[in-house]
């Protein structure tokens, strides 16, 4: 795992606590049932927080799993690839 994967994981480890990090990777809208519109918007404000980014509105509707949210943080931070 990369350091931004790692630090990704940390993010969605606050904001879903009760999601195992062998699930983490795999995370998405459909498959969290408490990943609803508030728990969106504390996840991409922790992980503005964390890389210091930010989002733009259609990037909240848009990021909805754990590799969407990865691709774009490698993409904008220039990161190491996954």
């Known amino acids: 795992m990369n350091r931004i994967h ?3 994981t940390l993010c969605f480890q606050n904001v879903f606590p009760d999601i195992g990090p062998e699930e983490i990777p795999r ?3 459909a498959s969290v049932s408490k ?3 508030v728990a ?3 996840l991409l404000a922790s992980v ?3 890389f210091g980014l930010q ?3 259609e990037d909240f509707e848009e990021l909805t799993s754990y590799p969407l ?3 774009y943080i490698e993409t904008r931070a ?3 690839p996954a």
């Open 69 to 71: 949210v990865a691709n």
């Open 48 to 50: 503005e927080e964390e």
């Open 6 to 8: 790692e630090r990704l």
């Open 78 to 80: 220039g990161g190491e």
């Open 27 to 29: 995370a998405s809208v």
């Open 40 to 42: 969106q918007v504390q």
């Open 35 to 37: 990943w609803d519109s």
């Open 55 to 57: 989002f733009e509105m």
